[in-house]
């Protein structure tokens, strides 16, 4: 069983940064495609940024491309989502997801792709 658990999240101006850490546990990490989803209040959850296993390829939603990285550690289990420039419709609570298996450069922007998800960490952008 795969476990998730993203942290980093909190409070922050606009034109602030986060660094958003999400810690995964069982199975092989190194071989998990990851993504980043973000639901705000009332709307449906929705796909911010993804990475292959292998590292080798990223893809980002259009409202965060140029803010966002996406990157990830083999080593230490774990992928990142790095925000600059934050701004208040960035306000939502975030998750981190795994796909367990897929090609090696391989990226998914659907939610309905990945296998595992972790609880989610809120983020609020103040104006």
């Known amino acids: 069983q795969v476990q998730l658990v993203e942290s980093g999240g909190g409070l922050v101006q606009a034109g602030g940064s986060l660094r958003l850490p999400c810690a995964a546990s069982?199975?092989?990490?190194?071989?998990?495609?990851m993504g980043w989803f973000r639901q705000a209040p009332g709307k449906e959850r929705e796909f911010v940024a993804a990475?292959?296993?292998?590292?080798?390829?990223?893809h980002y939603a259009d409202s965060v491309k140029g803010r966002f990285t996406i990157s990830r550690d083999n080593a230490k289990n774990t992928v990142y989502l790095q925000m600059n420039s934050l701004k208040p419709e960035d306000t939502a609570v975030y998750y981190c997801?795994?796909?367990?298996?897929?090609?090696?450069?391989?990226?998914?922007?659907?939610?309905?792709?990945?296998?595992?998800w972790g609880q989610g960490t809120q983020v609020t952008v103040s104006s």
């Open positions: 997801a795994a796909r367990t298996y897929g090609a090696s450069d391989s990226v998914y922007s659907s939610r309905w792709q990945y296998h595992y």
């Open positions: 990475i292959s296993w292998s590292g080798s390829s990223t």
């Open positions: 069982g199975g092989t990490f190194s071989r998990y495609a």
